[in-house]
């Protein structure tokens, strides 16, 4: 089991943070790991795109900082940093995911 | 006299607003705008970048309507839309101006 780096809560760039919400792919990834409120495989959410273009998107919420991802067996685990992007950017996760 | 076309306040795109806000030097003119609440030309703002560079960036905002640009003589006046962003993202500018 080892967790993957990603920046700490302090370290968050609001262009990196932008740039990574942009795209509504990664929204929607974002919007359910908010309303799952937990860890999700990356194989538990619906998206109808190519395995590589998947790994792509979820490198650049991990990268930005708005997930944190662990292996755990043959199995990748994702959780929104929430608290995190919540302390350095108040208002921001739930303007952009309509909450 | 003439105002350049920009999205109406029902055509905002999150995924073209959140892109525009993603550089650092966009969201200095909308925080300028905002803290001016009113019209400023392109040469009000303190930016150390070329025209042509000044002038994409504008065109960025504008397509992402989240600022008017009209044309008065020689000069551009941009107006931050405010109100069109602020319906359609409750908080969106606010918490990316951290407001």
Chains 1, 2 share one sequence.
Request: glycine share 8%.
């Amino acid at each position: 089991m080892s967790t993957q780096a990603h920046p700490n809560a302090t370290e968050l760039d609001l262009s990196d943070v932008l740039q990574a919400l942009s795209d509504p792919v990664r929204r929607s990834i974002v919007a359910k790991l908010a309303r799952e409120g937990g860890e999700v495989p990356c194989g538990g959410f619906d998206l109808t795109i190519s395995k590589s273009t998947r790994t792509y998107h979820f490198r650049i919420l991990r990268d930005a900082g708005l997930i944190a991802q662990r292996e755990e067996g043959n199995r990748k685990l994702n959780t929104l940093l929430r608290d995190d992007v919540d302390a350095r950017f108040p208002g921001l996760l739930q303007a952009v995911l309509g909450e």
